[in-house]
């Protein structure tokens, strides 16, 4: 067996696995987007609610975010790699030791200045004319309380990945997301504050799964600063701009949400279950294939072997954005559909909640193959250690980004669904910078080369969404019935994945068999299990 076979084949089994759990993870994660809507909007706090995240998940970004994937993984890797993994842990203890001195401090300011802040991450929230201001402050607080322990837990997972091991990387959330989902289950509809508290106990839980899970590997592990060690000098120069790059993710997000905060009651909700509900294939597709991608570019890279670097790259790339395109075409078909199956349950959503969420979804879905694209591009940059380009791309895509909204808010009257549509053209001109950037730094034309890829995809897209669009249009759903409306989208979305699927496999594109062995590799396996 050679070694691009078996490069693919390890590809293959690592990002089955990381899908799977990334699935289950992401399945939770929507469940609990769903009880928020159902437990927490009918009480009138479940905007309150999501804005309180801001402050902890900025928290995050500043010291693990992208780091974990740019610096921690790639650095852990090569070393790995060339046997010398003491050196590599000296660097990886320094990291945590200090990224966990900072986020006290982080912690202290935040927590002091949570009322001041709030005119940033909730602008539209002014002297009480909207929102519940006290409300945000106190759950805000309560919520920085959980910071430390996503942030130890992110890092740890990067350990994880470094060593290969990925299932306990890839199921760790899940649990996380369980916990979350009994506290608003149990505690939604009765109190915020109890809800909150909830969620930092699933923290916690979340913390001591992975350090379970990676508990092995740490007897290199030191409580220790080895500032001087050259190793640690070279994580942190890969380190701080992606660090910038996973904040600048969660700006745009701030920006997104503060301009929701200027619509009607409920829209900050109606937006983020839109976002949640586009991010869900997000998850699934480019950062589960892109998690178990990085490992294996960082070595080709290491071992200065670019014939093998380009070729796992552009397979991953290929894959993602086969299921990308798919997913936001469907997606962006479907919409309304989708957004009534998902979050009008009962007496806790109405049709016009349904009408704007589904704008949003639209507006959205495009991004699904832009963001797709930006996540395995930025993984390919930070494994030829290179972080200093997602910094700059996603620094001019936050100015774009602001000016958007405003352009939306101001002159359009689309409502919130300007601020979805805004984000996805943002990320359509970071998609091409990155890749014009990449081109010049590495010589690798990703377009050109791939050209003829997208245009076969095209011609398998188009057919399909005609399909998907007259079947939703023939099969409509009684609105009062689940299991009406979940028939009624699976026949349209099964018709067009059929006749793309069918196309593709006629035009004899590659990653189809790829995807499909990958898909049935894990059935088998379950059965057999």
Known sequence: MDNSTDSV??????????????????????????????????????????????????????????????????????????GKEKAGWKAVSTFMNLSFILVLVLEIIFFIFTDSLLVIFASGYKDGASGNRDLVIRLTRILLLNAPFMMLAGQINGILNSYRRFAVAAFGPVVYNICTIISIALFGAKSAELTAWGVVIGGAVFFAIQFTGAFR?????????FLRSPIFHELIRQAIPSLISSTIIEINIIIS???ATFYESGMVTVLNNANRTWQLPLGIFAQSIGIALLPTLSE????????????????GLRVVFLLSFATSLLM???????????????ASGNEYDVFYGGLCLMAYSSTLVFSSMIAMMTRAFYSVHNSKTPMFGGLLGIIILYLLNIFFRNATGIGVAGTALAYSMSQFVIMMIYMLMFRKKTGIDIITDNFGYIVKAVIGGIPAGLAAYGLSVLIRPDVNSKISQIAAICVPVAGGLAIFWFILLKLRVGEIRFINDMVLSKIRKIIKA
Request: charged fraction near 20%.
């Open 300 to 315: 080709h890279y290491a071992k200065d072997d670019p014939d093998e670097f380009k070729k796992v790259l552009y397979k």
């Open 332 to 346: 962006m078909i479907l919409s309304a559909d989708i957004m009534r199956i998902l979050f009008k349950w009962g």
């Open 217 to 225: 590997h740490f007897t290199n592990y030191r409580p220790k600063l």
């Open 9 to 82: 084949k390890k590809l293959t089994g690592a990002a089955g696995l990381v899908m799977f759990g990334t699935l289950l993870s992401r399945i939770t994660g929507f469940l609990r987007s769903v009880l928020i809507t159902t437990q927490m909007l009918p009480a009138g706090y479940s905007d309150e609610f999501i804005l309180a995240f801001t402050l902890p998940d900025l928290v995050y970004d500043l010291l693990a975010g992208g780091a974990i994937a740019a610096a921690l993984v790639p650095i852990l890797s090569t070393y790995l790699a060339k």
């Open 257 to 259: 949400r503060s301009y």
